[in-house]
């Protein structure tokens, strides 16, 4: 029972262009919501999170969106850069346990020059 | 400052054999979690520390699973006997406050049982 999915587990994008990563979840219990960036033999990283009482947050190139009727987030990253390339996870998490991370399976994201 | 270090990085085992893996939380967070990654498949949670006390460890498999936290400073995860779908990436993490968002990553053991 899988409560937060990333159903693309790869994803390739040209340099300078846009790319987006979806994550879909089940659990209306959810009320933040991360994404995560790993590097091959590295631990994921923050990158940004989302309160479920925003629809959108930005920093820098990169800007989350929740839409809490459809139970989908998805990650813009604007202009892709080679250094974006690495594996993406989405997390969440519920007020009851709200250090306790549920992710999805990854994409890896390629930027191509 | 330094991150979050686990050991080791590595650890090839037999079924039936023990392992036992280390974490290293950053200096001064109360909060340790362990989560595994099996087969490239999601990051899944394992349990949380506070200091010293298990606060949750609704995610462990099965009771061949055991992780202490001494002292409420470094934590080990025990494995005995190790089974094949043990293999994964294990994962520490700490953290300070009750975000998530700050919670920080080690760099996982990749445990392989043959």
């Known amino acids: 029972d899988q409560q937060v999915k990333q159903n693309s587990p790869s994803l390739s994008v040209q340099e300078g262009r846009i790319s987006i990563l979806n994550c879909d979840y089940t659990?209306?219990?959810?009320?933040?919501f991360l994404w995560y960036k790993k590097y091959p033999a590295e631990g994921p990283t923050f990158l940004i999170s989302?309160?479920?009482?925003?629809d959108k947050n930005e920093d820098g190139r990169f800007t989350v969106f929740l839409n809490k009727s459809a139970k989908h987030l998805s990650l813009h990253i604007v202009p892709s850069q080679p250094g974006d390339s690495a594996v993406y996870f989405c997390?969440?998490?519920?007020?009851?346990?709200?250090?306790?991370?549920?992710f999805g399976q990854g994409t890896r994201l390629t930027i191509n020059p | 400052e330094a991150g979050v270090t686990q050991f080791p990085s590595h650890s090839v085992i037999e079924k039936g054999q023990t392992v036992t893996l280390r974490c290293d939380p950053i200096s001064g967070h109360d909060n340790l979690y362990w989560y595994r990654r099996v087969m490239g498949k999601e990051i899944k949670f394992l349990l949380h520390f506070v200091k010293e006390s298990k606060q949750d460890e609704s995610g462990m498999p099965n009771n061949r699973f055991l992780a202490e936290r001494t002292g409420g400073t470094y934590s080990t995860l025990k494995v005995q006997p190790a089974e094949l779908e043990d293999s994964g990436v294990y994962f520490c993490?700490?953290?300070?406050?009750?975000?998530?968002?700050?919670?920080?990553f080690g760099p996982g053991t990749r445990l392989t049982v043959l």
């Open positions: 997390a969440a998490s519920a007020i009851q346990g709200a250090q306790k991370l549920v």
């Open positions: 993490a700490s953290s300070q406050g009750v975000l998530a968002g700050g919670t920080f």
């Open positions: 659990n209306s219990m959810f009320d933040y």
């Open positions: 989302i309160s479920s009482i925003k």
